[in-house]
């Protein structure tokens, strides 16, 4: 390390910058587009710019994009095949590049993508499936926090059970689907995913149901859709007595249950009893 | 610790442990269970700091357990030192908020670009070393050091191209960042082999010239092989397989002349079971025992008799 005195902080002149942003253009430029030509600037080998060379960075840049989209979206590639999956990441990758060089963020519009990319059309599922999975990545990257049990409710007074407002688990992400996506998520999860997956087969079924992450494993759980539409109420800030009211009456009836349920999946960080905003 | 901002990097250069003058590995998750379960003999761990700027959960956890056994090194991969637009300042503060979590010993990144318009190109591209190109290394440098309140380490790029429009040797110009932004240099060895043999230069000539004087740390990795168009050989920093006799071979030559310094086995892809890697750093480890004599030997030497 040098022991230079300190000094100020140094600022390129605009001319630098401009001189180095055009470059870099022409260079970044060439390098998204496999049919264009290698940046004049290339050094040469026999007077030929080395395409071979200049495609080194190519593959690099889409090669880890694509490691990145199958790390992310491992059930997805399963379901299609490594073979399938890797030219359809690729078309992702294209057209959409990370926007931060933090890549477990990267990837959200894949199932947006996968519902116009003709070639899996007729795989209605695909898509919720990749919805699955990007709220699994959400989670397992979510704030930390310790769930609550059911005890902390029962401790409440009959009036402030009524105004009282659920800390929803950071790493909770609900998902509501036509398809069976959590049991396919499930299936996945297993050694044999196949076996699991026969079970699925059969008449299209919806799911609804939640991922949640109370310490480091993220489980999937399939729930009534009543419990689904009760908890987007509560994690929009509405009071328990608020939130019942989007359920049916004979739904309310198994409201234990409901709660204890999702107490028991670990969903509850915390409980704001003495809220005034009511 | 909070430190002043408008101190220079170098007045609190001190006040940060450094990485031991001994033989570390990249952490990667598929060894943790190892790692706590045996508590292997290395100087230090390695990670790359993008892969933990989520929130929470099992990266941080893992992290936070191999942190309270072993110094750690953060080493960036995303900043873009050299592309010609403003670092991003979102991305230098979550780096920053991992340096205040971790107290890493030594945080590096490369003489390298990524960005593209309002994207990332997650590749470390190369640049062309000239004045304007300097000018906007240095001015990044010194907005990195500022947020961090601490120097940082170049780490010298494996380029498989070069410019015809560049004015300076790599040599050079790295030198001229060290002179006008008091960082410091990683040294990857492996890169250093890569490029001399893809632009048919001398590894051997190329280590002696560098400011080794200025050298922090340095890294040994893998590569693949292949050829251009022109027939000519084509080395590829792959990082997915065991360092090669020649690299070893100009390692043993840096250490000769800088003495011991922290060495890290990179290995990213093609991760192999947790010995093999430990075998890699333990072959760095006896290198290191030969050249030294300072309060390192005993640990190097307990590394080097563990060899297989």
Redesign the interface.
């Known amino acids: 390390?040098?022991?230079?005195?300190?000094?100020e902080?140094?600022?390129?002149?605009t001319?630098?910058?401009a001189?180095?942003?055009d470059?870099?253009?022409l260079?970044?430029?060439a390098?998204?587009a496999p049919e264009e030509a290698?940046p004049p600037?290339?050094?040469?080998?026999?007077n030929?710019p080395?395409?071979?060379?200049?495609n080194?960075?190519r593959n690099?840049?889409a090669s880890?994009?694509r490691s990145?989209m199958a790390a992310t979206y491992p059930v997805v590639e399963a379901l299609v095949g490594a073979e399938f999956f890797a030219p359809m990441a690729q078309a992702y990758v294209a057209d959409n590049?990370?926007?931060?060089?933090?890549?477990?963020?990267y990837g959200e519009s894949f199932a947006e993508f996968l519902e116009r990319f003709e070639p899996v059309r007729q795989l209605g599922y695909l898509p919720d499936v990749a919805r699955v999975e990007w709220a699994f990545n959400e989670s397992?990257?979510?704030?930390?926090a310790e769930p609550i049990t059911i005890k902390a409710l029962s401790a409440l007074d009959p009036q402030a059970l009524e105004y009282v407002r659920f800390a929803l688990h950071?790493?909770l992400r609900l998902t509501r689907s036509s398809w069976p996506v959590l049991s396919i998520w499930q299936a996945h999860q297993q050694d044999d995913p196949a076996a699991h997956m026969e079970k699925i087969a059969g008449p299209r079924q919806g799911e609804a149901g939640f991922v949640v992450?109370p310490k480091?494993e993220v489980t999937a759980t399939i729930v009534p859709v009543a419990a689904v539409d009760f908890l987007t109420e509560l994690s929009n800030g509405k009071t328990l007595t608020q939130a019942a009211d989007v359920i049916t009456e004979a739904e309310q009836a198994d409201m234990g249950a409901m709660l204890a349920t999702l107490f028991e999946a670990g969903l509850v960080a915390g409980l704001m009893p003495l809220d005034n905003n009511t | 610790m909070p430190h002043s901002r408008n101190k220079s990097p170098i007045e609190n250069a001190g006040k940060t442990t450094p990485l031991p003058a001994r033989a570390g590995v990249g952490f990667k998750p598929e060894h943790f269970d190892i790692i706590v379960s045996d508590q292997p003999d290395l100087g230090w761990f390695e990670v790359h700091p993008e892969n933990y700027m989520g929130a929470g959960g099992l990266p941080h956890h893992q992290l936070n357990r191999i942190r309270e056994r072993y110094p750690l090194s953060l080493h960036g991969v995303g900043l873009s030192i050299g592309g010609p637009r403003d670092l991003d300042t979102h991305h230098l503060n979550r780096f920053k908020k991992l340096i205040d979590r971790y107290s890493p010993a030594s945080i590096s990144e490369h003489l390298a670009w990524s960005t593209h318009d309002d994207g990332h190109l997650n590749d470390l591209l190369p640049l062309p070393y000239t004045r304007e190109t300097l000018d906007v290394v240095v001015a990044h440098i010194d907005h990195a050091q500022a947020i961090f309140n601490r120097p940082i380490l170049l780490e010298n790029p494996a380029t498989y191209v070069v410019f015809e429009t560049s004015t300076y040797s790599e040599i050079d110009f790295l030198s001229e960042i060290v002179a006008r932004t008091g960082c410091g240099l990683l040294l990857d060895v492996n890169n250093v082999y890569v490029s001399c043999t893809n632009h048919k230069r001398d590894a051997a000539a190329y280590i002696e010239a560098f400011p080794l004087q200025h050298v922090g740390e340095i890294h040994l990795a893998g590569h693949a092989e292949d050829h251009d168009d022109a027939g000519e050989r084509l080395l590829i920093d792959s990082h997915d397989r065991r360092v090669i006799e020649e690299v070893w071979a100009l390692y043993a030559k840096t250490i000769s002349l800088t003495g011991p310094k922290p060495t890290l086995i990179e290995w990213d892809e093609d991760i192999p079971e947790f010995p093999v890697l430990l075998n890699e750093a333990r072959r760095a480890g006896s290198i290191l025992f030969d050249h030294q004599d300072g309060d390192d030997s005993r640990q190097n030497l307990a590394m080097s008799e563990q060899l297989s």
């Open positions: 390390m040098n022991n230079d005195p300190p000094k902080m140094e600022h390129a002149d001319d630098a910058i001189w180095w942003t470059r870099a253009r260079f970044s430029t390098l998204r290698v600037e290339i050094g040469k080998t026999n030929q080395s395409l071979k060379r200049f080194v960075y690099n840049v880890s994009l990145a590049i990370p926007s931060s060089p933090v890549l477990l963020e397992f990257h979510a704030k930390d950071p790493s992450r480091f």
